[in-house]
């Protein structure tokens, strides 16, 4: 694949590896990519900058206060020239600052700036790749959604045998050019997804909800958004931190989300419905605190609220591809299957919610796509490696409907 015409921006931290970013470097050049390096002072004392300044025919970025030779503040423009970032090798600090954000070089501030994809290739021994504290910080970068190649097994310049190897670098172009392919897959193509709780009020100060903190759909929004899809995020209440790069409606009700989502379906070529909409409100709403009736019981009715997915169902269009999610305690796949008939979807994400790693308010799910083709059982995965597989399915069918 030719790279041409792509900027990638190649951390490299202090581990004996570092002698090997100069052959991806190379690579890159090869392949057409112009190449920018951001060395932390560590990685200097394995391999000049020099070595990396000849390569990539660019200067090296070492310190965040040398002065420059163009006046742009060196980090931001760096971090806005990149279509992919990578750090090889990645050690086990740098995983660790980029997992709580911090920012006192030049790379972990460029880093936190960037917005482009990033792609870590860890290098540690493997006590340090196997600790609690890295494990932590890699399932909450990948959360976030970086991507891993490597670690490989073997034999460690420590002297240890484990995991903890660079891959090589060929395997770690490779994974480049894969996530640079990626990021066409979707462009020109609108997705909208829904994300979150509604609340349905029976006075201004109580309401009926559930537990969706907004993780699931937001890993489908950013996964569809690093593709390059143009995305509409209709999103109820929420705890996770919201997406940048997406347009955001703001919902309360199911109501809200009803009109919203059925207004924007038409011009959807995918609509994505991982939202927990209440399925049921009151009938009678106070505009007052409702007060304690001294002991007495206090009774409500409460009503059906719209099915926006058999909506959105009811008005699809040819070649538009309809998801709906199923949040089931029992019978998953018997409801999903339903669900997935009556709302006229071509496929459902079918999720029990009461296993653990599953459902709301975690990282990680567990989910079966149910479809006329049958059952696909996706394992125990980040929100975000599920949002992936949603999106590979989603591709394969819009291009299937062309
Ligand atoms: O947000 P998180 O904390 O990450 O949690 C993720 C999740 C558990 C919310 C998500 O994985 C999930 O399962 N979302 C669907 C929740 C739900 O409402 O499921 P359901 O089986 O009740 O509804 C089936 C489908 O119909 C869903 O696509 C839902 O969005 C939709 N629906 C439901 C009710 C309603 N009135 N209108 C709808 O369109």
């Given at each position: 694949m030719s790279l041409r015409g792509k900027t990638v921006l190649l951390g490299v931290t202090g581990?004996?590896?570092?002698?090997k970013a100069v052959e991806v470097v190379s690579r890159l050049r090869k392949l057409g990519a112009q190449v920018r390096v951001v060395m932390t002072k560590n990685a200097t004392e394995f391999v000049t900058p020099l070595t990396f300044e000849t390569l990539a025919n660019h200067p090296v970025v070492t310190d965040t206060f040398a002065r420059p030779?163009?006046?742009?503040v060196a980090h931001i423009s760096l971090a806005k020239e990149a279509d992919l970032c990578v750090v090889a090798p990645a050690t086990a600090n740098i995983l660790a600052k980029l997992a709580v954000g911090l920012a006192d070089d030049m790379l972990s501030t460029t880093l936190l700036a960037a917005k482009a994809p990033l792609l870590l290739a860890p290098a540690m021994n493997t006590g340090m790749w196997t600790a609690e504290a890295t494990r932590r910080n890699v399932e909450t970068l990948r959360a976030r959604g970086a991507h891993f190649v490597g670690p490989e097994g073997g034999f460690l310049a420590c002297g240890d045998t484990g995991a903890g190897r660079m891959s090589e670098p060929a395997a770690i172009v490779e994974a480049i050019e894969a996530l640079l392919a990626r990021r066409?897959?979707?462009?020109?193509v609108k997705v909208l997804v829904t994300a979150g709780a509604t609340r349905e009020h029976l006075d201004p100060v109580r309401f009926l909800t559930n537990e969706s903190s907004g993780k699931m759909g937001f890993a489908i929004a950013e996964a569809a958004r690093d593709r390059g899809a143009e995305v509409t995020l209709v999103k109820g209440s929420t705890t996770a931190p919201v997406p940048e790069g997406v347009k955001v409606v703001q919902v309360v009700s199911t109501q809200e989300l009803y009109d919203a989502v059925t207004s924007l379906a038409p011009e959807a070529d995918a609509v994505i419905q991982a939202a927990a909409p209440a399925d049921y409100r009151f009938r009678d709403v106070s505009d007052q605190k409702i007060k304690k009736k001294d002991g007495g019981a206090l009774t409500f009715t409460l009503e059906e609220t719209p099915d926006i997915a058999a909506a959105v169902g009811r008005m699809k269009r040819p070649g538009q591809v309809l998801v709906g999610f199923a949040a089931e305690t029992e019978n998953l796949l018997a409801h999903a299957e339903k669900k997935l008939a009556s709302k006229n979807l071509d496929f459902i994400v079918a999720n029990?919610?009461?296993?653990?790693?599953?459902?709301?308010?975690?990282?990680t799910n567990i989910a079966t796509f149910l479809s006329a083709e049958g059952a696909n059982p996706r394992p125990l995965q980040t929100k975000r490696q599920l949002a992936e597989d949603i999106l590979d399915e989603v591709e394969k069918r819009l291009k299937g409907k062309q």
């Open positions: 581990g004996i590896a570092a002698y030779e163009t006046w742009d066409e897959t979707l462009s020109g029990d919610v009461t296993q653990p790693g599953a459902g709301f308010n975690v990282d």
